[in-house]
């Protein structure tokens, strides 16, 4: 049973550049969820997402960062004209529908972006 | 504002004693709360969790303790093993308006010597 997907594990961009982050959520899990992780800091929570839904996204940034969870595929994390500030980890969890099984989410490996 | 505190950045331990790991939290609308396991270049990895409404839950070598009067919860690892060597994080799931969102405390470092 494969766990949570993510690719790439690293991402070199320049300045300016486009990033896309995927993640393919365990089997049978239907929300998603993207945190970013500062050197020297705790994950912090950016989007959470059901199948073609954004259901909160408190914690993305306001200008260039957008999330999507499609029908079919992954899901897709955009960076548009990175910065270096965006050079962070970038982890994506998943959990099952409904709630009756608790609220854990199950984290994939992380996709390490370098903006150079 | 950090809402779930992990105060403690780091704890050495003796193999075979008990780690005890603490975090507290400041929103009271927590409801649930969870420790994750996170080594280097892997993402976190589930390890245990409880409901607001209990104040144990134990799991093998793990257990989670809760004292929602204190806003403190702390996660004892006995015996302590060495591949227990990690970053641990507290997180923290809200119950209302936040949905499903996790806060995370900044994590401690548990280090079990031989």
């Known amino acids: 049973n494969a766990g949570v997907m993510q690719n790439p594990r690293h991402l070199v961009r320049r300045r300016g550049q486009e990033a896309r982050l995927r993640c393919s959520p365990m089997?049978?899990?239907?929300?998603v969820y993207w945190y970013r992780q500062l050197p020297e800091e705790g994950l912090k929570f950016m989007v959470y997402?059901?199948?073609?839904?954004?259901?909160?996204e408190s914690g993305m940034p306001k200008e260039r960062f957008s999330a999507e969870f499609p029908k079919e595929g992954p899901s897709i994390l955009r960076i548009q004209q990175v910065v270096r500030g965006d050079s962070a980890a970038y982890f994506c969890a998943s959990s099952p529908p409904g709630t009756s099984g608790g609220y854990e989410q199950y984290f994939g490996p992380g996709t390490r972006l370098t903006v150079t | 504002d950090q809402q779930v505190k992990q105060n403690s950045p780091s704890l050495s331990v003796q193999e075979g004693r008990i780690s005890i790991l603490n975090c507290d939290y400041t929103n009271s609308m927590f409801d649930y709360f969870l420790w994750y396991k996170k080594y280097p270049a892997e993402g976190p990895t589930f390890l245990i969790s409880?409901?607001?409404?209990?104040d144990k839950n134990e799991d093998g070598r793990f257990t989670v303790f809760l004292n929602k009067s204190a806003k403190h919860l702390s996660l004892h690892i006995v015996p302590s093993q060495p591949g227990d060597s990690a970053v641990y994080f507290c997180?923290?799931?809200?119950?209302?308006?936040?949905?499903?969102?996790?806060?995370f405390g900044t994590g401690t470092q548990l280090k079990v010597e031989l």
């Open positions: 409880i409901s607001s409404i209990k």
């Open positions: 089997k049978g899990h239907s929300h």
């Open positions: 997402l059901q199948k073609e839904n954004i259901i909160d």
């Open positions: 997180a923290a799931r809200g119950s209302t308006g936040g949905g499903n969102k996790l806060t």
